[in-house]
Nanobody, 121 residues
Framework: VQLQASGGGSVQAGGSLGLSCAAS????????MGWFRQAPGTEREFVAA????????RYADSVKGRFTIARDNAKNTVYLQMNSLKPEDTAVYYC???????????????WGQGTLVTVSS
């Protein structure tokens, strides 16, 4: 599975950005898709996950109510809509996939290359 994340950029605090992650090489329609992020000098942390059907989602407390994860299995693509962005959301965002229903990065076996999100105050 190859994952290609896109949509990062720079935005002012309070603004919005949408990320996309397109899968190729193999279908991910039966897999959980997740978003993680990593700021400089910190460990990669969980942001959000969506089940294979889209029927279940999970969010980190820090983004709950501001971020929305969604998927389109016909397009083999997962999305992350980020609203009310804060400077502390600044990080490289990675999409990943796993067979499990998990928020733990070690459970994810395929990763995208990451896309940078910068939020200025």
């Amino acid at each position: 599975v190859q994952l290609q994340a896109s949509g990062g950029g720079s935005v002012q605090a309070g603004g919005s950005l949408g990320l996309s992650c397109a899968a190729s090489g193999r279908t991910v329609t039966t897999r959980t898709m997740g978003w993680f992020r990593q700021a400089p000098g910190t460990e990669r942390e969980f942001v959000a996950a969506i089940s294979w059907s889209g029927g279940a989602t999970r969010y980190a407390d820090s983004v709950k109510g501001r971020f929305t994860i969604a998927r389109d299995n016909a397009k083999n693509t997962v999305y992350l809509q980020m609203n009310s962005l804060k400077p502390e959301d600044t990080a490289v965002y990675y999409c990943a996939t796993t067979r499990a229903w998990s928020q733990f990065k070690n459970d994810y076996d395929y990763w995208g290359q990451g896309t940078l999100v910068t939020v200025s105050s």
